[in-house]
C-alpha cells in the first residue's frame, strides 16, 4: 500500500525531514509525497536519492508537486 | 582615499556612544572574498557579516572592521585595487550587523543557517541531508556535491565556488561541524 506525505505549506528543510523520517520507516517501499513549490521538489527529490529511493516528479496544478519515491 | 575623506566628512559629530567598528561595502561577493583574504593576511581583525536591513541590498555581505586600523586597511586596499564601494560607521546597534548563524534542532536533525544558506545534518551519523537557501545559479550544484555525504567526507563549500552562498555554506559547514563534534 502506498503511503502519501503530505509536504505542502512547509518550510524549509521540513520536507526533506519529514521525507527522510517516512522513508526510514516506511512499511511498503512506495511513497507518494506533496510539496508546493520548486525548491522543496528539488530539495526532497535529492533527499530520496541520497537514501537510495528512486523518484518520478509530477508538476500538477498552482505550482505543486507530487514525487513518487520507491525504494531501489 | 576618496571613502576615508568621505568618512571623516560626515556632519555627525563623533559621540561617546559610537561604535568603534565600520563596514566595507562592496559591489561583489567576489570582491568581499578578495579583501577578507588580504586584510586577514595582513594580520587585521575583521569579519565577514550580514549586513543591516537598512543596508541589505540582497544577498550580500560586508566586512567589519575595527575604525582604529581605517587608514592601514585603506592603504591595503588600494594597493591591491580593492578599494570598496562605500564604507559606513556602525553607529549603534540598530546598525551593527546581523548574526551570521541561527541553528534549529530537529530531534533526529540539526539545521544551522549562516546568512542566507542552510544546512541540514543527520545528529546521529552527521550526514548532510539538505543544502538550502540562497537564490544564487551554484546552489543545485553544492547541494549535489554535499547531500549524502558526512561531514568528514564532503568537500568543504569554499572549494566548490567562490558565490557569496558558497562562501556562506562555508562558515554553516563549520559551525555545523563544530556542534556536531561538541
Not at chain 2, 570582491?31 to 543596508?55: C, F, H, Q, Y
Not at chain 2, 560586508?62 to 556602525?90: D, K
Request: with cysteine.
Amino acid at each position: 500500500m502506498q503511503h502519501t506525505l503530505d509536504a505542502r505549506g512547509l518550510s524549509c528543510p521540513q520536507p526533506v525531514l519529514l521525507a527522510i523520517q517516512a522513508m526510514r520507516s516506511a512499511e511498503s517501499e512506495d511513497l507518494k509525497i506533496l510539496v508546493d513549490n520548486e525548491a522543496s521538489q528539488e530539495n526532497v527529490a535529492r533527499a530520496a536519492v541520497s537514501q537510495g529511493w528512486s523518484v518520478q516528479v509530477q508538476a500538477v496544478a498552482n505550482g505543486e508537486y507530487t514525487l513518487t519515491c520507491k525504494k531501489s | 582615499m576618496k571613502w576615508i575623506r568621505a568618512l571623516f566628512a560626515r556632519s555627525t559629530p563623533v559621540s561617546s556612544s559610537m561604535s568603534e567598528k565600520g563596514m566595507l561595502l562592496y559591489p561583489s561577493t567576489g570582491e568581499v572574498i578578495r579583501a577578507e583574504s588580504i586584510l586577514r593576511a595582513a594580520g587585521i581583525d575583521i569579519a565577514v557579516k550580514g549586513p543591516p536591513p537598512n543596508l541589505r541590498q540582497g544577498c550580500d555581505m560586508v566586512i567589519e572592521f575595527p575604525l582604529v586600523h581605517e587608514l592601514r586597511i585603506s592603504e591595503i586596499l588600494e594597493a591591491a585595487s580593492l578599494s570598496p564601494l562605500r564604507v559606513v560607521v556602525v553607529q549603534d546597534h540598530l546598525l551593527e550587523p546581523v548574526s551570521l548563524f541561527h541553528s534549529k534542532d530537529f530531534g533526529d536533525f540539526l539545521m544551522v543557517r549562516a546568512a542566507n544558506m542552510k544546512i541540514t545534518v543527520d545528529k546521529h551519523s552527521h550526514t548532510i541531508v539538505n543544502i538550502s537557501g540562497g537564490g544564487c545559479p551554484d546552489v543545485p550544484y553544492l547541494a549535489h556535491m554535499l547531500v549524502g555525504k558526512t561531514l568528514d567526507q564532503a568537500p568543504e563549500p569554499r572549494s566548490l565556488g567562490q558565490t557569496l552562498c558558497g562562501y556562506a555554506l562555508q562558515l554553516a559547514f563549520q559551525e555545523v561541524r563544530r556542534l556536531c563534534r561538541g
